[in-house]
């Protein structure tokens, strides 16, 4: 309660009163009422210095703390620059009421129980909003500060060989289906040759013409647009694939009932944050992570300097969709609603957007994160034994198909002149 008015028995005959200042020390106050005196003013506009007891996770991109060369620690991050801004916004300071260490990060755990026993405020870390969580009296959840989904960072789908192409386009139906109607209309303008028109004739060197111009597509599609591997779109693919999807064990519980149950066995858990911010940070395609879409704008900002894409965010598979992101902090926090109104006038301002957009510099420039093309250059290269043997194959089976249709041909033409001749 930032206003308390207590009046004695005597007031209306003294006209005094008491009231308290709480930034940015408590003081009892002994007034005499005016009528221009203010009994509720508004004290949290102004703190006058009053700290903020806060803590960093320690989370990338969110808050970033390293080791500088003269040995003290920095903070550097979005959620920390918004921690900062805050601060000054309403005349206060930020007090952190335990040591830091860079390559310590704390669990959502560890950062209720700092906001259950009181040691902090607001907890400079971005959660997204749990409804288990939120039914506890002893902290809350702030307003949202970002809204996004909670889900799967898969690689690109490779692009398949020449053979696995080839391969395709003969398993294709519609490649068949295609051919058979060219050779239906083929025989059928071959038995009209007897009319002896030039217009039948012009039809068979089109219909040439065409199939030359279909094998030609397919091949400049090949080279232009290279096939991929089939797109992973449910939890099923993964696991026919094979491809393991590293998370953190402390968030497998909050994980679908049916995604833990049917296909733990595709998971890889960490319990230190650190490791799969390794894996991760890296772009190591050999496996798929969970990341928030928060998160994921840090990668897709690193992308941009790749050739092609590593991974893609993957929206089909989710842990959690349209997820409420927001700053953990004490039941009943005094700062509630200025950082509600502070959150609103920021996103108008486009700043909380820009600050994660940095994010990834920031990362760089605290080596925290690789910088450059990771990508892998497609160099040209020669055609393979392998690949000539599987031309050669096709060409051989081709021959040995027209073979065949010619021999048919023969024996029912020497088969119907007999015929004739008994």
């Known amino acids: 309660m930032p206003n308390v008015v207590l009046l004695s028995w005597t007031f209306f005959n003294s006209a005094t009163l008491y009231s308290y200042e709480m930034f940015p020390e408590f003081n009892v106050q002994k007034l005499v009422y005016q009528a221009y005196l203010t009994l509720f003013p508004y004290k949290l506009g102004n703190l006058k210095g009053h700290p903020i007891r806060t803590v960093p996770d320690n989370s990338e991109p969110h808050t970033i703390v390293r080791k500088t060369l003269n040995g003290s620690i920095s903070i550097d991050g979005p959620v920390w620059q918004f921690m900062i801004e805050f601060a000054k916004h309403i005349n206060a300071t930020l007090q952190l009421p335990i040591e830091l260490h860079p390559e310590r990060s704390f669990k959502l755990v560890q950062i209720l129980d700092l906001v259950r026993n ?40 490779r692009v398949i060989g020449s053979h696995e192409a080839l391969t395709r386009l003969m398993k294709s139906p519609w490649t068949w289906l295609i051919l058979l109607l060219f050779y239906s209309v083929h025989r059928i303008l071959a038995q009209k040759t007897r009319l002896r028109s030039s217009l039948i004739h012009l039809i ?111 929206e089909e598979i989710c842990v959690q969709k349209l997820s409420l992101f927001s700053l953990i902090q004490q039941s009943n926090c005094i700062y509630c609603y200025r950082s509600t109104i502070f959150i609103l006038r920021m996103h108008e301002a486009g700043l909380i957007r820009m600050w994660y957009r940095r994010s990834y510099y920031v990362m760089v420039t605290a080596g925290r994160f690789p910088i450059g093309d990771l990508s892998t250059v497609h160099r040209a290269q020669p055609i393979r034994w392998t690949e000539w043997q599987y031309v050669v194959l096709l060409h051989g089976v081709g021959l040995l198909f027209s073979v065949v249709v010619f021999v048919i041909e023969l024996t029912v033409h020497y088969a119907n002149v007999c015929l004739n001749n008994l």
């Not at 870390?125 to 799967?152: A, D, E, F, K």
């Not at 089939?230 to 049916?258: A, C, V, W």
């Not at 833990?260 to 940070?281: C, G, M, V, W």
């Open 118 to 157: 009181q040691t902090v405020d607001i907890a400079a870390s971005l959660r997204p909003y749990s409804v288990n969580v939120q039914r506890s009296s002893t902290h809350i959840y702030g307003s949202p500060m970002m809204v996004g989904n909670w889900c799967m960072m898969l690689p690109t789908e």
């Open 204 to 314: 068979k060197l089109l219909i040439n013409l065409a199939l030359i111009c279909f094998l030609q597509a397919q091949l400049s599609a090949y080279f232009i647009g290279p096939q991929k591997v089939n797109h992973i779109s449910n939890m099923q693919q993964i696991e026919e694939s094979g491809l393991k999807i590293r998370g953190m064990r402390g968030e497998f519980m909050e994980y679908p009932i049916d995604m833990r149950s049917r296909y733990a066995s595709s998971f890889l858990l960490h319990d230190i944050f650190f490791e799969l911010a390794q894996y991760r940070n890296s772009f190591n395609t050999s496996y798929g992570y969970t990341v928030t879409s928060v998160k994921w704008q840090l990668y897709k900002e690193a992308q941009r300097h790749f050739r092609r894409p590593l991974f893609r965010y993957s």
